[in-house]
């Protein structure tokens, strides 16, 4: 599903020289696998996804997401690479002056798909997360673990083969955050491939996926490597 082949970032330095952000990092995650990536504050984890997005690109290597290499890929081809992508945000980034329905539905919309597709797709994606009889509320009347499903509901709505989420249990308690963890394993059991970015070791400790660690820009560790064939 994704594969980066000694992929590096560099990030260039007023007065000259430069910051790495990714050092030679390669790294094979497959269809239907969660996978934790960690490390500590800047040791490259948003950079990461923001490759896999094509938000940044890289300074040297390869990355293929879904068969596509992104390096073929011009500018115009970016919306396209991004519907094969859900993104899950730690502070939801919902639309408070629209419904529930309408903040699910706005990727459709975006995407041009027909009314009735869009309504089709918006309640299964509600249901799948448990809030379909929300749809007609406002995000800032539901609770915070509420809203996180609402901005994981928004992510899936197109059915994408890839799932990122970064920090996504970050403002919220155990127990809650157990409950979103439950809904990204039921997304990896029907084949999609999820990568979750997260600072939180007691999260990780609860579940027995592979784990990805970065430190300074470089894969430093991948537990469940062989497990995985990755």
Do not use: C
Not at 91 to 108: C, G, I, K, T
Not at 143 to 163: D, F, M, T, Y
Not at 170 to 191: C, H, K, T, W
């Amino acid at each position: 599903m994704i594969q980066l082949d000694r992929v590096s970032k560099r990030y260039p330095i007023p007065g000259g020289g430069g910051k790495d952000a990714l050092r030679q990092v390669s790294l094979h995650l497959p269809a239907g696998e969660l996978t934790f990536l960690t490390g500590h504050s800047g040791a490259g984890k948003s950079t990461l996804l923001k490759l896999i997005m094509m938000i940044e690109r890289p300074t040297s290597g390869d990355i293929i997401v879904d068969g596509l290499p992104l390096n073929r890929i011009g500018s115009g081809g970016i919306p396209l690479l991004r519907r094969k992508i859900g993104m899950v945000h730690q502070n939801h980034q919902l639309l408070f002056d629209r419904s529930v329905y309408d903040n699910v539905a706005l990727p459709l919309i975006i995407a041009g798909f027909p009314r009735a597709e869009i309504g089709k797709r918006v309640r299964a994606a509600l249901d799948k997360v448990g809030l379909l009889d929300k749809e007609k509320l406002n995000p800032v009347m539901l609770s915070g673990g509420e809203q996180q499903r609402i901005g994981i509901a928004r992510a899936v709505v197109n059915k994408p083969p890839l799932l990122l989420a970064d920090e996504p249990t970050g403002n919220l308690d155990p127990a809650l955050s157990a409950e979103i963890m439950d809904l990204f394993q039921d997304f990896a059991r029907v084949g999609v491939a999820v990568l979750i970015a997260t600072h939180d070791l007691s999260l990780i400790a609860r579940y027995q996926h592979r784990l990805l660690s970065l430190r300074e820009g470089r894969l430093i560790a991948d537990r469940g490597e062989d497990a995985h064939g990755a």
